[in-house]
């Protein structure tokens, strides 16, 4: 492999101009926003998972950081079958983590260190134990509580044949069937994850009108925006026809054979159009300060489908899946960040960009599989462990990159430390629902959840006071944890601290990106802005790439980067 040289690297040439900037500046286009997953965050009671009062304490470690906004995955009334994504009560706090004031404190505190509070919504299903559903069960098919739901009649002369044959996301049959109140078996109802999650049926008005009251509820207690979960999957294609495909979710973007019937289907954004008008509705000054924000989780292909959930009277922002699957190589990169752009340019929607969150491997550990490995459910102390050095340096590269690119960012809790997944984790604390449904075929998201490490010598690396923790934390956490870290030079916090800081000085999530074709071992991308031009070098290669002479770094993602930059490793300079 040759070393690319600055002769060769000419950062004079035009590139190709991928996106042109918006002229709109709202917040919500450019903001970095850091996933918290309250059961893992901070511990303030002790109980051994994370509360609101152990988020509202940590707070200030966030401005110091340097994010913009937080989102806050469900913290709503909730058996916990899917860790709070199965909600019984909408309007209100699970004891587990706290009662609604602190709720109103959380928003309240952050909003005065200036950073916006976004919470997630669950619409596609509630918790089996909702009022609603509970109310279904109790009465009798046909009935208006049983329309709130997914009911059905089941197949064959006895019923006892689910309606079809869809399967649930965690594994299993999508079909549960019921005891009708005589004791007989009756009808079944439709769950796309655990029978624990009953799907609304959204053809209801009563259902849309519900959680429009939701929305207004969160919207009236002072929060930011929303992070709507499942967004592709709350309407049905009429007749629910049978489905061959794939449905766990890490092949919800694979489907590009036919359009499967319970994802995607043209009927949701009807219902978005309803609820970004209610945002908009809050912002009485205009001004784009106070613009309400929601973003859509919808793994759907190709592109131009996500961009539709993006249109500008639907959602500000969709995550953008396929970046986050991308493998590390110069090549693919360059396509997916075109591609992205490509897509949202055309509806004027802001790009976001993503690397890890509670569904996924963390990049750490997944960027230290072989390049090119299919994304896995979850690694186990059975599978081929990741190369930790290469991940966290290929982790800190990535990051570094997707900070220069301009769009929205996301960053998950303890993504910032470096943190790798819990690879080792024993399968008896395992608690994602996906492990059982599929009798531990796949491991689940568990080993990215585990609590936060805040002090290296404290019970629970400082998670909480007791040392309880509800799952287990690997002993790597302790050397990684924030105390070792702070004020460190060269560590991953310190990195995202300097990279989020000259994010803002440079206004890099908004302007202009062109990139220059460099191969397959450098990917040289130029930012323009306001606060002028920046450029972003990463070298896939095996050869150290240099760095043209007079370019001043103003960040690289490796310490004692200067003339040259090795393997693995980002730089952000100006010439
Ligand atoms: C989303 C959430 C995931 C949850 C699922 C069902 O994909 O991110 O954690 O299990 O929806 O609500």
Redesign the pocket.
Known sequence: MSTVTSAELDLSADGTLLHRGSPDSAWWRSAVIYQIYPRSWADASGDGVGDLPGITAHLPYLRNLGVDAVWLSPFYTSPQA??G??VADYRDIDPLFGALDDAKTLVSQAHSLGIRVIVDL?P??SSDEHEWFKAALAAAPGSPERDLYMFREGKGDDGSQPPNNWQS?FGGPAWTRVTEADGTPGQWYLHL?DPK?PDFNWENPAVRAEFESVLRFWLDLGVDGFRV??AHGLIKEAGLPDWTGAMN?LDLTDLDKQHPPMWDQDGVHEIYRGWRKILDSYNTTGDAANDRAMCA?AWVDPPERAALFVRDDEFHQAFNFDFLQTPWRATDLREVIASSYAANDKVGAPTTWVLS???VVRHASRLGLPIGTPRPNGIGADDAQPDAVAGLRRARAATTLMLALPGGAYLYQGEELGLPDHTTMPDAVRQDPTFARTHGKELG?DGCRVPLPWSKDEPAFGFNRTGNAWLPQPTVYGDLAVDQQEGVAGSTLELYRELLRIRKERDLGEGALSVLDEGADVLAARVETRAGTTQVLVNFGAEPVEIPSGATVLVASEPDVDTTLPTDTAVWFTV
């Open positions: 899917d860790a994504y199965d669950v596609n299903h996301v994850f999650q979960d499942v979710m989780e969150n509670h569904d998201r």
